[in-house]
């Protein structure tokens, strides 16, 4: 199995506090919460993308946390990994570290940057049926203003027609997820959980 998260932000007091005012006592009870969250879902042998943003911890505290966390890892680097990348703390931890990486999930490309990108790779392939072949799954902005005005892009995007190959007029796909681990819990999910998840948080309706 495969599970994508952005921006655990472990060991950042600030962001508990103040932006994301995440509701905890302090960083351990954070750090904690955030750990069983992520090991009651993911067992040994699954496969964990962190989009961004791992930890605010020492090079010591972020090597002892890996080491606590369930899967086979996958970094994406974020602007706060600087720790994972510079210092190697527990780099042999990771498969690999990459600012940019595109996958292949279940027949589906998965476009994966820690920043949104607006125009992405593949963002007008379809299957047969209609249904996105693409998704864009990022982080970096978390629940913010600026998550807001992505909203508002995807939503003129998807209401803005085009002439496709064929000729035919169509709305121009934009399949674009905020992995922000405060939407799910703190629990790595799935793409399909996160498209299912996406869909609810912003009324969605197919």
Same mark, same amino acid.
């Given at each position: ?9 472990? &060991?950042?007091?600030?962001? $508990?506090?103040?932006?994301?005012? @995440?509701?905890? *006592? ?10 069983? !969250?992520?090991?009651? !879902?993911? @067992? ?10 791992? +930890?605010?911890?020492? *090079?010591?505290?972020? +090597?002892?946390? /890996?080491? @606590?966390? $369930?899967?086979? /890892? ?10 994972? &990348? ?17 996958? +292949?999930? $279940?027949?589906? !490309? ?14 007008? @392939? ?32 998807? +209401? ?5 190959? !064929? ?10 997820? $905020? ?9 790595? /999910? ?17």
């Amino acid at each position: 199995m495969r599970y994508y998260i952005a921006d655990l932000h472990f &060991f950042h007091a600030a962001l $508990n506090q103040k932006m994301d005012c @995440r509701g905890f *006592a302090g960083v351990e009870e954070m750090n904690e919460y955030m750990i069983a !969250k992520w090991n009651g !879902k993911v @067992r040994k042998n699954d496969d964990v993308v962190i989009i961004g943003d791992l +930890s605010w911890g020492s *090079a010591q505290e972020t +090597s002892a946390l /890996l080491e @606590r966390l $369930n899967g086979r /890892l996958y970094l994406i680097m974020g602007n706060h990994d600087a720790v994972l &990348f510079n210092k190697k703390a527990g780099a042999d931890r990771f498969v690999w570290m990459k600012p940019y990486e595109e996958l +292949s999930d $279940n027949r589906r !490309k998965v476009i994966l940057c820690h920043y949104p990108v607006m125009c992405y790779n593949g963002q007008y @392939r379809m299957d047969k049926e209609g249904n996105p072949k693409t998704y864009m799954l990022y982080g970096h902005v978390h629940d913010t203003q600026d998550q807001r005005l992505i909203e508002q892009f995807q939503e003129i995007t998807r +209401s803005t027609t085009v002439t496709n190959v !064929k000729g035919e007029e169509q709305y121009i796909p934009c399949n674009m997820i $905020n992995c922000f681990c405060m939407y799910s819990d703190y629990e790595p /999910l799935t793409l399909d959980e996160w498209i299912e998840l996406d869909k609810k948080r912003r009324n969605y309706v197919d």
